[in-house]
């Protein structure tokens, strides 16, 4: 079964058949609301919003491991990852969406695995690709089939937020390797693969990264809005294709940008 995170932009899923919501009691805390358990084209998923559904939850006080075992607990078995970035590189416009195949952490202080406390044996987990190539091709393929847009391939800068980078850590993110940057990204990324979750990020270019283009002097919030609002309608119509398209053969990956 699917499971959606819903980042900024997308607290709520409106092509999600709603049948019920569910508030889950799990080991490590409260999740950041009750699971939305519905249909998309007549096919089981689940939602969470990352933020909480009044988006009051900032990106450093998010129970990762709360939302991502409440997912697992209720039967999911893949996650897809929704949220807003900042491009650093220079072809990522406002408003393009991105399926990134690797992430640097920049996070802190961050509750990053499940194998801690309570006797837990120290275990490690390989992480050389942290996003699943099947889904990450799923998502690619449900794109292509709408004519949607999708830039496939880059990497992912988490940082701790909730304030946005200096233009000085934008460069120093771009000569680290970086095209992206968000704040959500790490731990859930991990947490889910220690879980065994297939897991996937669709990143939607909200603004250009601090002192990048129309950012060169500062981020203007006033056009942030309008851009996520048009974007995130075409990364719903992807998930509602992939969600039709779950027992479909994959198509090949479309080559990175």
Known sequence: MLAIIGG??????SNLD???REVVRTPYGEPSGAVVFGQIRSQPALFLPRHGHGHTIPPHMVNYRANLWALHHHGATGIISVASV???RADLQPGEIVIPDQIIDYTSGRKATFFEGNGSAVTHVDFTEPYDRDLRQRIAAAGAALGIAIKSGGVYAATQGPRLETAA???RLERDGCDLVGMTGMPEAVLARELGL????ISVVANH?????SSANGIRFES???????????VRAVIEELAGRRNDRLAPEIPGC
């Open 86 to 88: 900042g491009g650093i």
């Open 198 to 201: 297939p897991y996937a990020a």
């Open 224 to 234: 942030l809005e309008g851009v996520l609002q048009e974007a995130m309608g075409r």
């Open 8 to 13: 900024s932009g997308l607290t709520m899923l």
């Open 209 to 213: 990264a601090a002192g990048r283009g």
């Open 169 to 171: 850590e934008i460069n």
């Open 18 to 20: 709603v049948s019920h």
